[in-house]
């Protein structure tokens, strides 16, 4: 089973940013979209970014956008997620999550959290006022 590790939660200010990263275990393994997810407690996980993999198309959800960056990391199977002027509304647990099976190039479906097959165990961001 592939394992997703996230790294990089923390607490921060509002207007800090903050740096995730996600690699899977295997490298080789073949993903079609990875990307991710937030949740609060009580509410449903919410579709933050994803990344296509071949092709590097990129889908925000519509409270990141211009704030967040997702991009490819260093090796094959990761990505970073670079969260900018944050606000205490961002406060949540941060999912990482990947696809093996091909996503709509027009982005429908990747803000469903059944269109993805792995994911981590999350990391807490927590933006203080």
């Known amino acids: 089973q592939l394992q997703l590790v996230e790294s990089g939660g923390g607490v921060v200010q509002a207007g800090d940013s903050l740096r995730l990263s996600c690699a899977a275990s295997d490298r080789t393994f073949s993903l079609s979209v990875m990307g991710w997810f937030r949740q609060v407690p009580g509410l449903e996980r919410q579709f933050v970014a994803g990344?296509?993999?071949?092709?590097?198309?990129?889908y925000y959800g519509d409270s990141v956008k211009g704030r967040f960056t997702i991009s490819r990391g260093d090796a094959k199977n990761s990505v970073v997620l670079q969260m900018n002027s944050l606000t205490p509304e961002d406060t949540a647990v941060y999912y990482c999550?990947?696809?093996?099976?091909?996503?709509?190039?027009?982005?429908?479906?990747?803000?469903?959290?059944?269109?993805?097959?792995?994911w981590g165990q999350g990391v807490q961001v927590m933006v203080s006022s």
């Open positions: 990344l296509k993999w071949n092709g590097g198309l990129v």
């Open positions: 999550t990947a696809s093996s099976r091909p996503l709509a190039w027009d982005g429908t479906g990747w803000s469903s959290s059944g269109s993805y097959d792995f």
